[in-house]
């Protein structure tokens, strides 16, 4: 595993992310579709019940990333998963909205054509490569941030790992080894 910082008590009113309601959990055929939340509709969810977070950090002209939203995150047990498990929030590493968050300002920092958010470098350890995805647990402290596409039974494999709370005492190899998919279960 990589070594994280963890945000500490990433509890405060944040502003600009993607939201869909809870209509919005199907796709017209029925199948689930992930429940992404802002990061406001997260901290008011973790007062009441408290979970870990999945993270997607992406920007708007990554390939990869609109690749890893229709293969991986568009197949059915990996949204109804994520959905049972995490509190899912789709967050702009680009993005230009400042997001108070526990008496700091992450503000947009502009760099050449682009630029980055603050934010998002933190939930990286600045490795800023998107895709990346990362996990936070029910405090709201950073367990892993996870760089690059993956296909969806590799991804499956590594959502299960953290929802589970193996990576507090199973090595990676040894659980991707003896890992049996969510559909044979």
């Known amino acids: 595993m990589v070594q994280v910082t963890a945000l500490s008590g990433l509890a405060a009113v944040l502003f600009g992310t993607v939201s869909w309601s809870d209509s919005d959990r199907t796709t017209a055929f029925g199948q689930p579709e992930i429940q992404w939340l802002t990061w ?3 901290t008011r969810r973790m007062e009441a019940a408290p979970r870990k977070i999945f993270v997607d950090i992406y920007t ?4 990869w990333c609109k690749v890893m939203d229709r293969n ?3 197949e059915p047990l990996i949204a109804d998963y994520l959905n049972t498990h ?3 929030v789709k967050f702009n590493a680009e993005m230009q909205d400042p997001i108070e968050l526990h008496g700091r300002t992450y503000k947009f920092v502009p760099r050449g054509k682009r630029g980055y958010h603050e934010l998002a470098a933190e939930l990286t350890n600045g490795n800023l490569s998107y895709p990346t995805v990362a996990f936070l647990d029910e405090r709201m ?5 996870i760089p690059g596409y993956k ?3 590799v991804f499956e494999r590594i959502m299960t790992y953290f929802a589970t709370d193996s990576y507090k005492k199973t090595p990676w190899g040894v659980y991707e080894k003896e890992y049996v998919p969510l559909k044979d279960r």
Request: include cysteine.
């Open 151 to 153: 296909e969806p039974d």
């Open 86 to 88: 995490f509190y899912c």
């Open 40 to 42: 406001e509709e997260v």
């Open 60 to 63: 708007d002209w990554c390939g």
């Open 72 to 74: 991986t995150f568009r």
């Open 141 to 145: 402290q950073v367990i892993q941030p």
